[in-house]
């Protein structure tokens, strides 16, 4: 294992126990090994449901986890379309159109297993073009350095919607995170996403200058991953372009 992964991996097991320690977890607990929820996350999705950025957005992408429920469920309430990443994208994106989902099944539609009974599954081809990212973290440093939960999904999706056009560079990336979660510097590698604007229970973190993002695929880091189905479209795709 390498210096930054070995960092990495350290960084993430601070944060996880300090939350369990402190009882700033919830549900579902431990939060080790997980994007962890906790307590004041409706307070943060607040904060950013409050940017203009938000209001302008009429399509947003939320990764799955339940931290970031709250802002899935504002998307909705707000007439948002919302794409939704499959847990390790398994099974790619979901579109949720708030416009075909009863108003009384919103909050039950943002969890996980009420996205897959409101939301429909759609190729990458039927993505539409998305005004912003919200994404969980682990830990952030307030340069926009952040760490997931070690898989690089959060990456691969970022990377995903790059290649196949749905976003670009001046897509804003947000996030809903405790407090305790900002540390002084999360190393970054080349793949690695940053986030744009942070929002904790107590404030909100527009880092400036804006980080760099990835510009898509990475394909000699895929491993395994090449062999779920989201990637053998995208290469099919790819290979039409080309």
């Not at 579902?28 to 957005?57: C, H, M, T």
């Not at 799955?64 to 390790?88: E, F, H």
Request: proline fraction near 7%; aromatic fraction near 8%.
């Amino acid at each position: 294992m390498n210096t930054i992964k070995e960092l990495k991996k350290k960084i993430r097991e601070h944060i996880w126990s300090l939350m369990e320690k402190k009882n700033i977890a919830r549900f579902p607990r431990p939060v080790y090994g997980r994007i962890p929820n906790f307590v004041g996350a409706e307070q943060a999705a607040a904060k950013i449901r409050s940017l203009d950025i938000w209001g302008k957005a009429g399509v947003v992408k939320a990764n799955p986890d339940s931290p970031q429920k709250p802002l899935r469920y504002y998307a909705l309430i707000d007439g948002k379309k919302l794409v939704m990443a499959t847990p390790r994208l398994r099974e790619g994106f979901l579109l949720l159109d708030p416009s075909k989902i009863p108003s009384t099944k919103y909050g039950y539609a943002s969890t996980i297993r009420g996205a897959f009974i409101y939301g429909k599954k759609i190729s990458l081809r039927e993505i539409p073009m998305i005004d912003l990212i919200i994404t969980g973290c682990v830990a952030v440093d307030r340069r926009g350095g952040r760490l997931g939960k070690g898989g690089g999904y959060a990456e691969l999706e970022y990377a995903i919607l790059r290649e196949i056009g749905s976003i670009d560079e001046q897509v804003y990336v947000v996030t809903t995170i405790h407090d305790i979660q900002i540390v002084d510097h999360v190393p970054l590698e080349p793949h690695d996403l940053t986030v744009d604007i942070m929002a904790t229970p107590t404030r909100i973190y527009i880092v400036k200058p804006r980080p760099p993002k990835p510009k898509g695929i990475i394909w000699e880091l895929l491993g395994e991953k090449r062999k779920l189905g989201v990637f053998r479209e995208l290469e099919s795709i790819v290979k039409e372009r080309s």
